[in-house]
């Protein structure tokens, strides 16, 4: 089952949770063109200022080091996250590896 990652309805925040054993701070802001995220995992950034669509991989490769995946759903549809639905119809997910292994995800 994936871990939801708690967040909040606010235009910008910084999360630090741990995943798979990673240290991870996430930052999630909006900006005109749409939500973006910023991943920093051990002290290393690993994806600046990637937007964030409906059901597509925030963490953009596997060699950077970052063990799975971050993805956001919508709960309601289609439709890629705003900041106004966060924690409620836009949930950020973390996926293990064999949990990204099994899912088509749009790379």
Known sequence: MPQQISTQPVPSQILQVT??????QIAIYQKTQGLFVDL???GIDISIAVIA???VPLV???YLGFVGQLIFTD???GNDPTYDGLGSRYQLVYLTPAEVASVQLQF
């Not at 995943?19 to 991870?24: F, V």
């Open 60 to 62: 953009p490769t596997g």
């Open 40 to 42: 920093n995992v051990n």
């Open 19 to 24: 995943l798979a054993g990673q240290s991870c």
């Open 75 to 77: 709960t309601q549809g």
């Open 53 to 55: 669509h409906d059901v």
